[in-house]
Antibody, heavy 121, light 108 residues
Framework: EVQLVESGGGLVQPGGSLRLSCAASGFTFNNYAMTWVRQAPGKGPVWVSTISGSGSSTNYADSVKGRFIISRDNSKNILYLQVSSLRDEDTAVYYC??????????????WGKGTTVTVSS | EIVLTQSPGTLSLSPGERATLSCRASQSVTSSYLAWYQQKPGQAPRLLIYGTSSRATAIPDRFGGSGSGTDFTLIISRLAPEDFAVYYCQQYDTSPITFGQGTRLEIK
């Protein structure tokens, strides 16, 4: 069974940092791009970042560029998102998702249950 | 970026009825790279449709997608009780990928 399990969320003050993790199982992890998508309370999903299967290519939404870093450890089947310089508007549930498509234009066929990041003083 | 506008915001129907959900793009989705997701409270989105009309694995055939250019539609032919949820469209034709704001399908 394909499974994605996120962890690492929590309550953090504005300007703070967290590292989110996503443990993958049930598929050949390094064959697939992976994506982080976030969803603020009561809002629709918003794409955050994508990384290629090898980890050599990444891209980011403008709203997080320079503050968030996506990475992956293919030996451990884990996806990461380092989130820094956090702002109130980064408060959301963060989902990792397995991506299908091409040229960094993906839809997401499997999603984790999410981890919640709350930015508040 | 491509803005996706979904309508109606809320759709009230009864089990057994047909649901028609709309997703309009601010510019043409030239390769028909449009997906639909279902989300229930407290759960992650679930892929229903990709490539405008292809059903994802294990999705019942009462779910169907169509459209081209800027206008796309998700049809649920006969609503089952478990279909009442929020539905989102997503385009993956142009970077950045974007989602619509959602249509809430509620029981009448």
């Amino acid at each position: 069974e394909v499974q994605l399990v996120e962890s690492g969320g929590g309550l953090v003050q504005p300007g703070g940092s967290l590292r989110l993790s996503c443990a993958a199982s049930g598929f050949t992890f390094n064959n697939y791009a992976m994506t982080w998508v976030r969803q603020a309370p009561g809002k629709g999903p918003v794409w955050v970042s994508t990384i290629s299967g090898s980890g050599s290519s990444t891209n980011y939404a403008d709203s997080v560029k320079g503050r968030f870093i996506i990475s992956r450890d293919n030996s451990k089947n884990i996806l990461y998102l380092q989130v820094s310089s956090l702002r109130d508007e980064d408060t959301a549930v963060y989902y990792c998702a397995k991506a299908l498509g091409h040229n960094f234009l993906y839809y997401m066929d499997v999603w984790g249950k999410g981890t919640t990041v709350t930015v508040s003083s | 970026e491509i803005v996706l506008t979904q309508s109606p915001g809320t759709l009230s129907l009864s089990p057994g009825e047909r649901a028609t959900l709309s997703c309009r793009a601010s510019q043409s989705v030239t390769s028909s790279y449009l997906a639909w997701y279902q989300q229930k409270p407290g759960q992650a989105p679930r892929l229903l449709i990709y490539g405008t009309s292809s059903r994802a694995t294990a999705i019942p055939d009462r779910f169907g997608g169509s459209g081209s250019g800027t206008d796309f539609t998700l049809i649920i032919s006969r609503l089952a009780p478990e279909d009442f949820a929020v539905y989102y469209c997503q385009q993956y034709d142009t970077s950045p990928i974007t989602f619509g704001q959602g249509t809430r399908l509620e029981i009448k």
